[in-house]
């Protein structure tokens, strides 16, 4: 898959350095592949949760932070729309800004 954009994982683990290795990881796994369709990203990411069409939810580093992207499996492509603690995703999920 064709991530877009990877400085966004870079600018959040310069923020939370911990973060960096687990965010490294998802990339690596998801740079090789080429998803279809969510049955088959849950091979691989067995607690990401769909919402909508599109729109992914990864669980990274054992729950600590959530990286939000929107899935295009006709392009090939992953867009990356946030990437938020556990606590910000939270905090946006009640406000209804995510």
């Known amino acids: 898959?064709?991530?877009i954009t990877r400085k966004r994982l870079q600018e959040f683990w310069q923020d939370h350095p911990e973060s960096?290795?687990?965010?490294?990881a998802w990339f690596s796994i998801m740079r090789?592949?080429?998803y279809s369709n969510p049955h088959?990203?849950?091979r691989d990411f067995p607690s990401a949760?769909?919402?909508?069409?599109w729109r992914t939810?990864?669980?990274?580093g054992g729950n600590k932070y959530r990286l939000i992207v929107d899935?295009?499996?006709d392009l090939g492509r992953v867009?990356?729309?946030h990437v938020l603690t556990h606590a910000e995703y939270t905090r946006r999920t009640r406000e209804g800004t995510l």
């Open 1 to 3: 898959m064709h991530i």
């Open 20 to 24: 960096e290795n687990p965010l490294r």
């Open 49 to 53: 949760s769909f919402l909508g069409q």
């Open 57 to 60: 939810v990864f669980n990274i």
């Open 79 to 81: 867009y990356i729309r």
């Open 32 to 34: 090789l592949k080429h």
């Open 71 to 73: 899935m295009r499996y």
């Open 40 to 42: 088959e990203i849950r």
